[in-house]
């Protein structure tokens, strides 16, 4: 409904002969959704924000010229200056350059994480809802069985049971964090997608085009997965910023992303015990952190939104 | 049709009712000047199309206008002489459910779904007479009775999704009549059901009114359901009440072009396919309405008057007015 | 509704010991030597080895070793640490902590979170409104350990109003601080959820017929709408329960609180297995329990809801 004083008269006046004008021709939904998209406050401020954190992550130079593994014991938890904005930490390192580089860890481990989950989750509940029967039970007994054990308790066992190194290559650190997360993330995206493809496999145009003899996997393709995405997306929006704390969090218990690899999360765990003398280790990597997972929950609140064809 | 006695105040009068709902986009004026008259042990059907403002109408006599948007800006509603309008909220909210009532739409929806539909009837004694809940629930009881629901003592405790949709709006019209109300407006109560289903309640609805002697109010798109059970018919269009009459003059001698247009629009057995008529074109938006008469741009009769001047009701017979610069022509056919 | 339960309960069995399987093959098939670092500095003496291999079934193929502790779960013998400490006994007093911990927590969701979302439902545009709404957007996107630290500095250190840790036994009073931090999350959750279903219940055409009735204003917002809009709530809160269980590692670990989520991160950085496969199994249980008791909670509140 694109006028909201037709929307509000057919709200006191139910016929429906307003209606069927509005939403007659059908566009298709992405490209509503970001004629709507782009109007909303919301997302603007979160895009904006994202492409800055995205940008720290690929080009962090961009953002400070100094090194953040140069250190100097001297400077141990000096506090904020203006040699150094942030001051520095307990060996001497410059908080801010390592907020900076932080960035692309934290960010990295959300993004691999959330793209797996959705592939991984949303793949086998498309197999679930579409041929239901003995494929469903077998897989959904299976999430249900992952689903069942604690989110943060699985991700510390599955990272105890394959330990890194200080000499472990740091894209393998990261990868058993994205390891951990996916083994205990999937489900929710099967769940999704299987009530999801459950509701578009039983609707007109799905009945037609099985009618007019497509095969199984063209109506998957062309048919059922495109129109039962849009949960996916807004979840896996959200969830992406939930991932990121999730890893800062494996990281704050000294068990996911470990020194030499820069985190959010293992900064703040290393800030804590001197919470007292030198609160300022702890901020800004906080900051960065709640902000980076704010603009991300954000997004995916307006993605949500716009997807939405009840809200419209 | 009851003839009223002199002096005594009709049960309803509307006069020059005015409902804006201020939006982001404008200011749309739904009821642009309503006016009509209702005794007790009358029918008057409201007919209009979707967004014509009969609903709005009752909405406003009811005074459960969405507020915001919508506001009451004007005008003057007067149950048994005193006017709603001008009344506490108090006041008004002790006639609810008393003395005037409404049945709506779609009684799924209208229904609280987490409550029996006997306690729901029953909150009625309980809120306006202080009943216990043990008597309240025996009122409940009856008025289920009175809408003839089969095995109503079995069914009070139920809730409103077990019952059929026709079983349905029956609990929603006891919930009405419960207290025995003055005036009960029904908002398209038929629109939502099967043809055969409409039909008895429409007749249930007519035998409750003959026996309280109530004033009913039927909002409705249906000329069917005008024609089975109204005396009256006023006739809406773009928030004004374009044509008001007697049943019969209205089928008989329409003196409005929209009303015209009305009845060529039903379909009937010597109409051969393909001569069904539609009204041409969509009615004007509310927000910006025309200078003249609202109904010009799809009228076939417009002539230079009427895109200038808006109409103002003519009288057309005794109790008859139609909202056209050439009315006695429309209704002699002349045009 | 009996048979569904039932019938829940049966399909529970195979998750269980899904679940329980997969835990106990993690912890047990791990492929670094349990021993490492058992014994101080020295590799453990052959004899203690030989003794605790014998005790924990390692020497026997995975799922045998399985079968024979889901044995002795059954029986109540939770097994024993490696220090010769009674599963049982640790879990036991960690238990109540926990316990105490989760319904802290959940009061702060009952008591702020719904009176927030309901002063917000109800005065949506206004200044509580945008209050509760960006109040609660920077509770979703603070990580628990970063609230949990800085309310611990501030509050408890800098201006001592509550105490930074939780002494043995855990007094209730001591548990507003991390009851607060544990629930933060879910009562912005909870605020939001009660805001956005009171205003989709006041929408409702059910509304309008109340108002039609002449119910005054109190009673069709305090009775008809929020016995609908507290529905979902009240289920998001149930399930929250068990998940809070589970989730209290962080914060029992920064307010030093003998919980059991203290006890199994413990037990994981030891790969104490007995310790670690009981307290996961325990959480699974308790999480699959409330689940079932949710769902039967659901079909009472919404007479829409049938068991088939």
Same mark, same amino acid.
């Given at each position: 409904?694109?006028?909201?004083?037709?929307?509000?008269?057919?709200?006191?006046?139910?016929?429906?002969?307003?209606?069927?004008?509005?939403?007659?021709?059908?566009?298709?939904?992405?490209?509503?959704?970001?004629?709507?998209?782009?109007?909303?406050?919301?997302?603007?401020?979160?895009?904006?924000?994202?492409?800055?954190?995205?940008?720290?992550?690929?080009?962090?130079?961009?953002?400070?010229?100094?090194?953040?593994?140069?250190?100097?014991?001297?400077?141990?938890?000096?506090?904020?200056?203006?040699?150094?904005?942030?001051?520095?930490?307990?060996?001497?390192?410059?908080?801010?350059?390592?907020?900076?580089?932080?960035?692309?860890?934290?960010?990295?481990?959300?993004?691999?994480?959330?793209?797996?989950?959705?592939?991984?989750?949303?793949?086998?509940?498309?197999?679930?809802?579409?041929?239901?029967?003995?494929?469903?039970?077998?897989?959904?007994?299976?999430?249900?069985?992952?689903?069942?054990?604690?989110?943060?308790?699985?991700?510390?066992?599955?990272?105890?049971?394959?330990?890194?190194?200080?000499?472990?290559?740091?894209?393998?650190?990261?990868?058993?964090?994205?390891?951990?997360?996916?083994?205990?993330?999937?489900?929710?995206?099967?769940?999704?997608?299987?009530?999801?493809?459950?509701?578009?496999?039983?609707?007109?145009?799905?009945?037609?085009?099985?009618?007019?003899?497509?095969?199984?996997?063209?109506?998957?393709?062309?048919?059922?997965?495109?129109?039962?995405?849009?949960?996916?997306?807004?979840?896996?929006?959200?969830?992406?910023?939930?991932?990121? =704390? *999730?890893?800062?969090? +494996?990281? #704050?218990?000294? %068990?996911? !992303?470990?020194?030499? $690899?820069? /985190?959010?999360?293992?900064?703040?765990?290393?800030?804590?015990?001197?919470?007292? =003398? *030198?609160?300022?280790? +702890?901020? #800004?990597?906080? %900051?960065? !952190?709640?902000?980076? $997972?704010? /603009?991300?929950?954000?997004?995916?609140?307006?993605?949500?939104?716009?997807?939405?064809?009840?809200?419209? | 049709?009851?003839?009223?006695?002199?002096?005594?105040?009709?049960?309803?009068?509307?006069?020059?009712?005015?409902?804006?709902?201020?939006?982001?986009?404008?200011?749309?004026?739904?009821?642009?000047?309503?006016?009509?008259?209702?005794?007790?042990?009358?029918?008057?059907?409201?007919?209009?199309?979707?967004?014509?403002?009969?609903?709005?109408?009752?909405?406003?006599?009811?005074?459960?206008?969405?507020?915001?948007?919508?506001?009451?800006?004007?005008?003057?509603?007067?149950?048994?002489?005193?006017?709603?309008?001008?009344?506490?909220?108090?006041?008004?909210?002790?006639?609810?459910?008393?003395?005037?009532?409404?049945?709506?739409?779609?009684?799924?929806?209208?229904?609280?779904?987490?409550?029996?539909?006997?306690?729901?009837?029953?909150?009625?004694?309980?809120?306006?007479?202080?009943?216990?809940?043990?008597?309240?629930?025996?009122?409940?009881?009856?008025?289920?009775?009175?809408?003839?629901?089969?095995?109503?003592?079995?069914?009070?405790?139920?809730?409103?999704?077990?019952?059929?949709?026709?079983?349905?709006?029956?609990?929603?019209?006891?919930?009405?009549?419960?207290?025995?109300?003055?005036?009960?407006?029904?908002?398209?109560?038929?629109?939502?059901?099967?043809?055969?289903?409409?039909?008895?309640?429409?007749?249930?609805?007519?035998?409750?009114?003959?026996?309280?002697?109530?004033?009913?109010?039927?909002?409705?798109?249906?000329?069917?359901?005008?024609?089975?059970?109204?005396?009256?018919?006023?006739?809406?269009?773009?928030?004004?009440?374009?044509?008001?009459?007697?049943?019969?003059?209205?089928?008989?001698?329409?003196?409005?072009?929209?009303?015209?247009?009305?009845?060529?629009?039903?379909?009937?057995?010597?109409?051969?396919?393909?001569?069904?008529?539609?009204?041409?074109?969509?009615?004007?938006?509310?927000?910006?309405?025309?200078?003249?008469?609202?109904?010009?741009?799809?009228?076939?009769?417009?002539?230079?008057?009427?895109?200038?001047?808006?109409?103002?009701?003519?009288?057309?017979?005794?109790?008859?007015?139609?909202?056209?610069?050439?009315?006695?022509?429309?209704?002699?056919?002349?045009? | 509704?009996?048979?569904?339960?039932?019938?829940?309960?049966?399909?529970?069995?195979?998750?269980?010991?899904?679940?329980?399987?997969?835990?106990?093959?993690?912890?047990?098939?791990?492929?670094?030597?349990?021993?490492?670092?058992?014994?101080?500095?020295?590799?453990?003496?052959?004899?203690?080895?030989?003794?605790?291999?014998?005790?924990?079934?390692?020497?026997?193929?995975?799922?045998?070793?399985?079968?024979?502790?889901?044995?002795?779960?059954?029986?109540?013998?939770?097994?024993?640490?490696?220090?010769?400490?009674?599963?049982?006994?640790?879990?036991?007093?960690?238990?109540?902590?926990?316990?105490?911990?989760?319904?802290?927590?959940?009061?702060?969701?009952?008591?702020?979170?719904?009176?927030?979302?309901?002063?917000?439902?109800?005065?949506?545009?206004?200044?509580?409104?945008?209050?509760?709404?960006?109040?609660?957007?920077?509770?979703?996107?603070?990580?628990?350990?970063?609230?949990?630290?800085?309310?611990?500095?501030?509050?408890?250190?800098?201006?001592?109003?509550?105490?930074?840790?939780?002494?043995?036994?855990?007094?209730?009073?001591?548990?507003?601080?991390?009851?607060?931090?544990?629930?933060?999350?879910?009562?912005?959750?909870?605020?939001?959820?009660?805001?956005?279903?009171?205003?989709?219940?006041?929408?409702?055409?059910?509304?309008?017929?109340?108002?039609?009735?002449?119910?005054?204003?109190?009673?069709?917002?305090?009775?008809?709408?929020?016995?609908?809009?507290?529905?979902?709530?009240?289920?998001?809160?149930?399930?929250?329960?068990?998940?809070?269980?589970?989730?209290?590692?962080?914060?029992?670990?920064?307010?030093?609180?003998?919980?059991?989520?203290?006890?199994?991160?413990?037990?994981?950085?030891?790969?104490?297995?007995?310790?670690?496969?009981?307290?996961?199994?325990?959480?699974?249980?308790?999480?699959?329990?409330?689940?079932?008791?949710?769902?039967?909670?659901?079909?009472?509140?919404?007479?829409?809801?049938?068991?088939?």
């Amino acid at each position: 409904m694109s006028n909201p004083i037709s929307a509000s008269l057919e709200a006191t006046d139910q016929q429906g002969a307003l209606g069927t004008e509005g939403t007659g021709k059908p566009r298709s939904l992405g490209r509503d959704a970001w004629e709507d998209l782009r109007r909303r406050p919301l997302f603007l401020v979160s895009a904006v924000l994202i492409t800055i954190f995205m940008l720290m992550a690929i080009v962090p130079q961009l953002f400070t010229r100094k090194d953040p593994r140069e250190c100097d014991l001297l400077r141990s938890r000096q506090p904020p200056s203006s040699e150094a904005w942030f001051g520095y930490d307990s060996l001497g390192c410059d908080v801010y350059a390592n907020t900076i580089y932080g960035a692309r860890s934290s960010i990295a481990v959300g993004l691999i994480t959330t793209v797996l989950v959705a592939l991984i989750g949303s793949s086998l509940g498309t197999m679930a809802g579409f041929f239901g029967g003995r494929t469903d039970s077998i897989l959904s007994r299976t999430a249900d069985i992952f689903f069942g054990i604690p989110f943060l308790l699985g991700a510390l066992l599955v990272l105890i049971t394959f330990p890194s190194e200080p000499d472990t290559p740091a894209w393998q650190t990261i990868m058993k964090v994205v390891v951990a997360l996916t083994v205990l993330g999937w489900p929710t995206f099967l769940r999704l997608m299987r009530s999801s493809v459950i509701q578009v496999r039983s609707s007109d145009f799905v009945m037609a085009a099985r009618s007019l003899g497509a095969p199984p996997r063209r109506l998957i393709r062309k048919h059922v997965v495109p129109n039962s995405l849009s949960p996916v997306i807004a979840v896996a929006t959200i969830s992406l910023g939930g991932y990121i =704390v *999730a890893e800062a969090a +494996l990281s #704050f218990l000294g %068990i996911g !992303l470990q020194p030499p $690899v820069i /985190s959010w999360g293992s900064q703040i765990s290393e800030a804590v015990p001197w919470l007292r =003398v *030198a609160p300022h280790m +702890l901020f #800004f990597p906080a %900051i960065f !952190l709640s902000f980076c $997972v704010l /603009s991300f929950m954000m997004l995916g609140d307006a993605v949500k939104d716009a997807l939405d064809p009840k809200l419209r | 049709m009851t003839t009223p006695v002199i002096g005594d105040p009709p049960l309803l009068e509307v006069r020059d009712l005015q409902v804006e709902f201020r939006t982001r986009e404008g200011i749309a004026r739904a009821v642009n000047g309503a006016n009509y008259t209702l005794h007790s042990g009358e029918t008057l059907a409201v007919l209009g199309e979707s967004g014509s403002g009969k609903s709005v109408t009752a909405q406003a006599i009811m005074g459960i206008l969405d507020t915001p948007p919508g506001f009451v800006t004007g005008g003057e509603v007067l149950f048994k002489g005193d006017d709603l309008l001008k009344m506490s909220d108090e006041e008004r909210r002790a006639l609810r459910g008393e003395s005037i009532a409404m049945v709506f739409q779609d009684a799924l929806s209208s229904l609280n779904p987490v409550f029996p539909v006997g306690w729901q009837i029953a909150e009625l004694f309980r809120i306006h007479r202080g009943m216990s809940r043990r008597d309240a629930m025996k009122e409940a009881l009856e008025a289920l009775e009175r809408v003839n629901i089969p095995a109503a003592k079995d069914r009070i405790g139920d809730y409103p999704h077990q019952f059929s949709g026709g079983m349905r709006q029956r609990v929603m019209i006891a919930m009405a009549i419960a207290l025995r109300p003055d005036l009960l407006i029904a908002d398209e109560p038929t629109t939502a059901l099967d043809v055969t289903v409409q039909a008895q309640i429409l007749e249930l609805m007519a035998d409750l009114q003959r026996e309280e002697n109530m004033g009913l109010i039927l909002i409705t798109h249906d000329l069917g359901v005008v024609a089975e059970v109204a005396d009256k018919v006023a006739v809406m269009y773009a928030g004004r009440i374009v044509e008001q009459a007697s049943i019969e003059e209205m089928f008989d001698s329409p003196a409005h072009p929209y009303t015209v247009g009305l009845m060529d629009s039903i379909p009937s057995l010597e109409a051969r396919a393909g001569e069904l008529k539609a009204i041409k074109g969509l009615p004007p938006s509310l927000v910006a309405l025309p200078p003249g008469c609202p109904f010009e741009p799809r009228c076939p009769l417009a002539f230079d008057l009427c895109r200038q001047v808006v109409p103002p009701p003519i009288v057309v017979g005794p109790g008859r007015e139609s909202r056209c610069h050439i009315a006695e022509e429309v209704r002699d056919g002349k045009r | 509704m009996g048979a569904y339960t039932l019938r829940r309960i049966l399909q529970m069995i195979p998750v269980v010991l899904g679940t329980t399987f997969l835990i106990y093959t993690l912890v047990w098939a791990l492929p670094t030597d349990p021993f490492a670092g058992r014994c101080g500095e020295r590799p453990c003496p052959q004899a203690y080895v030989q003794l605790m291999t014998e005790k924990f079934n390692l020497d026997d193929p995975l799922p045998w070793a399985y079968l024979q502790w889901l044995g002795g779960l059954f029986t109540g013998n939770l097994g024993e640490t490696y220090t010769g400490l009674l599963v049982w006994d640790q879990v036991a007093s960690a238990f109540p902590n926990t316990l105490k911990l989760a319904t802290v927590a959940i009061m702060f969701e009952i008591v702020v979170g719904i009176t927030a979302g309901v002063f917000a439902g109800l005065n949506r545009g206004r200044f509580i409104d945008n209050l509760v709404l960006l109040s609660t957007l920077a509770l979703i996107s603070i990580p628990v350990f970063v609230l949990g630290t800085t309310l611990q500095y501030l509050l408890g250190i800098q201006f001592p109003i509550f105490s930074p840790t939780v002494p043995p036994g855990a007094p209730w009073s001591s548990l507003i601080l991390p009851g607060f931090v544990l629930g933060a999350l879910s009562m912005a959750y909870v605020a939001r959820l009660v805001r956005s279903s009171i205003l989709e219940n006041m929408r409702s055409d059910y509304v309008r017929t109340a108002t039609a009735k002449g119910l005054a204003r109190r009673r069709v917002i305090g009775l008809h709408v929020m016995r609908n809009s507290l529905i979902p709530v009240v289920t998001f809160i149930g399930a929250d329960f068990g998940a809070l269980m589970a989730g209290a590692i962080i914060t029992e670990g920064i307010f030093n609180i003998n919980g059991v989520g203290n006890l199994v991160y413990r037990g994981i950085l030891n790969q104490e297995g007995a310790l670690v496969t009981s307290v996961v199994t325990l959480f699974v249980l308790i999480f699959l329990v409330v689940n079932l008791i949710v769902d039967l909670l659901y079909g009472f509140l919404d007479p829409r809801i049938r068991y088939e």
